[in-house]
């Protein structure tokens, strides 16, 4: 009887040691590039942003695993034979995070919120595709006035002012996440307080603690929660990568989104198939503010561009993670052909370092009026590693040079903000593949991101013309003529085409290399 009793308790020990070993919750915690400064779709702009965003919203159209673009919210769509008619037909099934249903009307009061100047969108020119857009951000006309109206609960139409071949996967893009209206009306821009936030995507949202972490959770009214199988989501920004290095060889993280190249050699030994170095749609550069006095004569930006070897940064300071860069718009980019690159680009070095003494000195500098200059870049190795060895090269021309750091959020608000600089680290990650994304950038009418406040009425009026083109071939050659002029002017200073660097552990199963690097939680398996 006591044999029996035991073996008893022991098979009813197993019984619940198995239960609840399948109904363990699955956490996934996940390296991220930086804090984000808002998970206000509306008004994000980061990569780190991004991501989190990724996971708490669907749009119309998703990312796959692999970086199509598949449905999400919008179950088919068709277009009008001219092309400027977009009807999206979204799924009956669609919710918010609280049960409610996710409608058609949701999506045009996220459209008319974001275009409406006064919810402060710095991005909300990304959406000027959509009829009336830009007039309506610019106060010219209601936000009721956009192209985008509700046929029915289910039905969404846009109005194009012109064909645009990006725009599907336009849609992917955070600034077309819907919001939930009711939370924005009762909270304003406290909607996005954990207490606060409904949201539509996998996950929602449990915590954020600045400069912490931010905890996500499974959302039950997802219309594929069923194929979601991490039950939860600890965002951790890791501005030190050698940080993230460490917690992941520790097994505490289960990705990083970048590596510190100092160490690349250690990390690919060590590490194995778990380091993911792939080619990404992204430009490194430097901005320039063109309308400073000692910066505005083109001499002066064109002969610091020269001294730069692209070369021994993507070899040696990026450990062959980066590739050297002489034009704003990556080669391999749809809608395009061969980038405008600098006329310098196979230049012997010491050739190019001679001509930019001379163009300095064309402009009133040498060594009894030496130019000095600060950049300003945010927190990283690499960043200041890269920016160490081009101040090094500038030396080698007269150029003193000074730096200023801050962490991510903070040195990207300073320059969305209009903070005053001389020159400033920033990068671009293409938010689809066509060069409009990158030329864009230095409009005289994107505030949000010319940094350098480039002002050319000619380039301008390229920019402008690219828009009404409809012949994709006519299209790109006049999207190159104002790439020529960016490499003539240099606003920016490309300095290194992107790669993304990430470690994804080998028990995150999903993890799909793409161009784009992107990676929504809701694809991944995790085995603990």
């Known amino acids: 009887m006591r044999r029996l009793l035991s073996r008893f308790v022991l098979g009813a020990a197993a019984v ?13 915690t996940r390296g991220n590039d930086a804090d984000p400064e808002t998970l206000d779709q509306h008004k994000t702009s980061t990569i780190s942003e991004a991501n989190v965003l990724r996971d708490l919203y669907e ?22 034979d001219d092309g400027l008619t977009w009807t999206f037909h979204l799924r009956d099934d669609a919710k918010w995070s609280n049960g409610e249903p996710l409608t058609a009307g949701d999506f045009v009061f996220s459209y008319q919120r974001i275009i409406n100047p006064e919810t402060g969108a710095k991005y909300a020119n990304i959406l000027y595709p959509i009829k009336n857009a830009e007039a309506a951000n610019s106060g010219k006309v209601p936000p009721e006035e ?19 071949p ?26 996005v307080q954990p ?28 219309h594929d929660a069923d194929n979601v199988a991490i039950d939860k989501v600890i965002y951790i920004p890791f501005e030190d ?127 009894d009026n030496p130019l000095s200059v600060e950049i300003r870049y945010n927190t990283g190795e690499n960043h200041q590693n890269t920016a160490t060895a081009i101040a090094d090269m500038w030396k080698n021309i007269g150029v003193k040079t000074t730096f200023v750091t801050a962490d991510g959020a903070t040195h990207y608000a300073y320059l ?72 003539r002017d240099l606003p920016f200073i490309p300095i290194l085409y992107y790669s993304s660097l990430s470690l994804v552990s080998d028990k995150l199963q999903g993890w799909e290399d793409n161009l784009v690097n992107v990676h929504g939680t809701r694809w991944m398996s995790l085995e603990q």
Request: net charge negative; aromatic share 12%; glycine share 6%.
């Open 146 to 164: 956009i192209g985008v109206k509700a046929l029915d609960e289910h039905t969404l139409q846009f109005t194009l002012e012109n064909q645009t």
């Open 59 to 80: 749009g119309l159209v998703v990312y796959s695993s692999s970086a199509k673009v598949v449905p999400g919210v919008a179950e088919s769509w068709e277009t009008s």
């Open 416 to 487: 969305r903000d209009k903070g005053d600089f001389d020159i400033a680290r920033a990068g671009w990650i293409g938010d689809y593949s066509d060069p409009q994304n990158f030329l864009f950038l230095v409009e005289s009418n994107n505030p949000g991101f010319n940094y350098a406040n480039y002002n050319n009425p000619e380039y301008d009026a390229l920019m402008e013309k690219a828009e009404e083109t409809s012949d994709l071939d006519e299209r790109a050659e006049v999207l190159k003529q104002a790439e020529t002029i960016f490499m």
């Open 241 to 367: 990568r050698s940080a993230c290095l460490r917690r992941f060889e520790a097994g505490e993280v289960q990705s990083c989104s970048d590596i510190p190249t100092e160490q690349m050699k250690y990390v690919k030994d060590t590490l194995g198939d778990e380091v993911h170095i792939v080619p990404y749609l992204g430009n490194y550069y430097y901005a320039v503010k063109a309308d400073k006095e000692k910066l505005s004569d083109v001499r002066v930006r064109q002969a610091l561009s020269m001294a730069i070897d692209r070369e021994f940064i993507a070899d040696e300071i990026w450990a062959g993670a980066m590739l050297p860069a002489y034009s704003l718009v990556p080669p391999g980019i749809g809608n395009y052909g061969e980038p405008a690159y600098a006329d310098y680009k196979d230049m012997d070095p010491l050739d190019r370092e001679d001509k930019a003494i001379e163009l300095l000195e064309e402009a009133g500098y040498g060594k």
């Open 195 to 222: 207490e606060n936030m409904v949201s539509n995507g996998a996950y929602t949202l449990q915590e954020f603690t600045p400069n912490s972490r931010i905890v996500l959770v499974k959302n039950k009214n997802f």
């Open 16 to 28: 619940a040691l198995m239960a609840a070993s399948a109904s363990a919750e699955v956490t996934y």
């Open 166 to 191: 990006y725009f599907l996967e336009l849609l992917t893009h955070q600034t077309s996440l819907p919001v939930y209206p009711p939370a924005v009306k009762e909270f304003g821009t406290d909607f």
